[in-house]
């Protein structure tokens, strides 16, 4: 018989290896990107290449372990370079940075003060390359400068100030027009967003709204985003993925509208989203990839577009084959427990089974799934420990 603390933190360090996420990033040519992907990273070309053929194998050395909770990856497009929070889960105020150019690693030391990098959400401002996060309903910043790969000297986290929001407000946030847009905030109504304007540093106290052509509404709840790009400039329009994934809701912040997309085949309130010009890409928790093309200004193309997968991905690695960034035996319901968190737009870190379900931004219908999921790994995972050790 096992000792009561030696069953346990073999199930911790079996439910902790059981959470980690890969995350799927543009590089600056709109490459398709996946990291950590069944323990690898990947690139699967541009848009017009990925459904045939496999993905090319771009793993390489000073790459993070990519065993975090909740890996975001953000595209800084001036840099051509990818950030990533939370892809070593030993050191979770890092941010690593892949020089996408030069195809190179290195890892960037922060200092966090009060900035919790278990529990936030983030976007990367396009046209300062400053990182806006709300934590625990306080924003902070974190200006990367414009490292394409990593200063000797730490990085702050500056603490901005108080969101204007209830401290139980679920933060879901997109950048757009160098304003950081928060949906799903409590008493505002469905189809208006409240706005951050970054270079004002100033929460702007009205609500916009943008409506649907018919007068509808994108509706009010929690859900993903993901900042279109344009070919030159700043991002206007950018998706958000309600969780329960029925609709792609489009919005544009230069004429205040907002037009929709099919929403993903695979309804997955844990996915994550990337998106190019002209593509919309969902990495789904069983690490499958799809997306949808995307085509700005042309709303009846938009409006017939379908879901696709990225094939050249899937032949490279295959979804659900193993989890994320780990191939141990106990890890085979991984995926699912993967957290929610987008590409280039935005991030937030799930409540795993190594943080509080009470944290500032756990998504408030995924919770439960979450720890539903973390339970099932705890029993797979003990007994295929039961059966390795008998
Ligand atoms: C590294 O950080 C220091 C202090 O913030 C700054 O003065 C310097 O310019 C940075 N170096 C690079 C290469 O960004
Ligand atoms: C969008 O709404 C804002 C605020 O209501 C307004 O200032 C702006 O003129 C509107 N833009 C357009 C194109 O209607
Ligand atoms: C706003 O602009 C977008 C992008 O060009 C376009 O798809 C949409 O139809 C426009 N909406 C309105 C109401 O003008």
């Given at each position: 018989m096992f000792s009561v603390p030696t069953v346990v933190s073999l199930l911790l360090l079996a439910v902790s290896k059981a959470v980690a996420d890969p995350c799927v990033a543009f590089d600056a040519d709109f490459n398709l990107l996946a990291f950590g992907l069944n323990g690898k990273d990947w690139n699967a070309g541009q848009q017009d290449s990925w459904t045939s053929g496999s993905a090319t194998d771009i793993t390489t050395t000073g790459r993070p372990p990519f065993d975090g909770t909740g890996t975001t990856c953000y595209l800084a497009q001036f840099f051509n370079a990818i950030y990533f929070m939370n892809a070593d889960k030993s050191n979770p105020s890092d941010v690593h940075i892949y020089d996408a150019a030069a195809k190179s690693w290195s890892t960037q030391k922060t200092t966090t003060g009060n900035f919790d990098p278990s529990s936030f959400n983030a976007i990367l401002d396009h046209d300062t390359n400053v990182f806006y996060a709300l934590s625990h309903n306080e924003l902070y910043f974190l200006d990367m400068g414009g490292l394409k790969a990593a200063n000797s000297s730490a990085l702050d986290w500056q603490d901005v100030e108080k969101s204007p929001y209830p401290d139980s407000y679920q933060p879901v946030m997109a950048l757009a027009q160098n304003h950081i847009h928060f949906l799903d905030v409590p008493d505002v109504p469905a189809g208006s967003a409240d706005i951050f304007v970054i270079h004002f540093s100033f929460f702007q106290p009205q609500s916009q709204s943008y409506p649907l052509p018919d007068g509808s509404a994108f509706p009010a709840t929690h859900g993903q985003t993901a900042s279109f790009f344009q070919s030159e400039g700043v991002q206007q329009e950018f998706a958000f993925i309600p969780d329960d994934g029925s609709q792609v809701y489009v919005i544009n912040v230069e004429n205040n509208s907002t037009h929709t997309l099919a929403g993903p085949t695979t309804k997955d309130a844990k996915a994550q989203y990337a998106a190019s010009i002209t593509a919309l890409v969902q990495l789904d928790s069983t690490g499958a990839v799809s997306f949808i093309p995307y085509k700005q200004g042309d709303d009846s193309t938009n409006a017939n577009a379908a879901w696709a997968s990225v094939a050249k991905i899937a032949a490279a690695a295959p979804a659900g084959s193993s989890s994320a960034a780990s191939s141990g035996?106990?890890?085979?319901?991984?995926?699912?427990s993967h957290a929610s968190g987008t590409g280039a737009a935005s991030g937030t870190i799930q409540s795993g089974a190594t943080s509080s379900t009470g944290s500032a931004s756990a998504g408030k219908d995924n919770g439960a799934m979450t720890n539903a999921v973390s339970v099932g790994a705890v029993v797979s995972a003990a007994m295929a420990l039961v059966a390795f050790l008998q």
């Open positions: 035996s106990a890890t085979g319901t991984a995926a699912s």
